[in-house]
């Protein structure tokens, strides 16, 4: 696998293994001290300023927007036990599902959208 395919199984493993580091010393440790309120917060902060910067057509601040959220969310994936091969799963179960069917099975698709 390339380093590039392979970075978000790395990143699992860091976020792991610094779940209980010091917290002086380690960003994703401070998160977790803080709890899974703060560490939701983080995700909702980055979804908002990845949507600003997409409002903005600003390309290069819509990625790094979205890294600071896709690392937000593995931080509260792993807070709440959530492996990478779940979504996975997810996504591969909604795989050649219309979005739209797929909402209307979940009871989440109104008319107009």
């Given amino acids: 696998m390339s380093e590039k395919q392979d970075i978000l199984k790395k ?26 309120k703060k560490i939701t917060q983080k995700v909702g902060e980055e979804a908002i300023e990845l949507c600003i910067a997409a409002a903005h057509n600003d390309k290069a601040e819509v ?16 807070d709440m036990g959530i492996k990478q091969g779940e979504i996975y799963d997810e996504l591969l ?3 050649g599902v219309s979005g739209i069917e797929e909402k209307k099975a979940r009871g989440e698709f109104a008319d107009g959208l």
């Fill in 11 to 36: 990143l699992e493993q860091v976020i792991e293994s610094r779940k209980t580091g010091e917290i002086e010393k380690s960003y994703v440790a401070s998160l977790f001290a803080k709890g899974r």
């Fill in 63 to 78: 990625v790094s927007e979205s890294a600071d959220l896709l690392f937000h969310m593995m931080v509260l994936w792993s």
């Fill in 93 to 95: 179960r909604r795989e």
